[in-house]
């Protein structure tokens, strides 16, 4: 059997201010610059989520790719999309949602629903340049 990473793609826009609520604004405009702006800001999340594990002989598939867009659909665009990540998303509302954060905040979402022979990684582009890779580490 042969060992393959599949990957799907999806994306979401979400808003969202990065910022220590213990920091006075300067401190926070020193660190996080126009991404702490208290009117917040957003961006258009370019996501993919990567399953490698070993072909099923009777399948053909790593994962039923149907299923990964369905948990991506649920556990992600569902939660995440069009919202203020700040302010309408649980995960977010004691944690940072810097790209690392977020990134970790969705392999956890989908780390349950998978099977565990699979390896899962995160990437998360939060520009076209900017962006993060987390494999549960």
């Not at 702006?37 to 258009?44: C, T, W, Y």
């Amino acid at each position: 059997m042969a060992l393959v990473t599949v990957h799907r793609k999806a994306h979401f826009n979400a808003a969202h201010r990065l910022f220590n609520p213990e920091w006075n604004d300067k401190k926070n405009n020193d660190i996080f610059g126009k991404c702490a702006n208290p009117h917040f800001h957003g961006h258009n999340y370019e996501l993919i989520v990567s399953v490698k594990g070993m072909v099923d002989p009777i399948t053909g598939f790593v994962m039923d790719m149907k299923v990964l867009k369905d948990l991506i659909k649920i556990e992600v665009e569902e939660k995440l999309d069009h919202k203020n990540l700040n302010i309408e998303v649980d995960e977010f509302k004691s944690l940072n949602p810097t790209a690392e954060n977020i990134s970790v905040v969705i392999w956890n979402k989908l780390r349950g629903k998978i099977s565990q022979e699979l390896e899962l990684t995160i990437t998360l582009y939060e520009t076209p340049r900017n962006y993060v890779v987390y494999s549960g580490e």
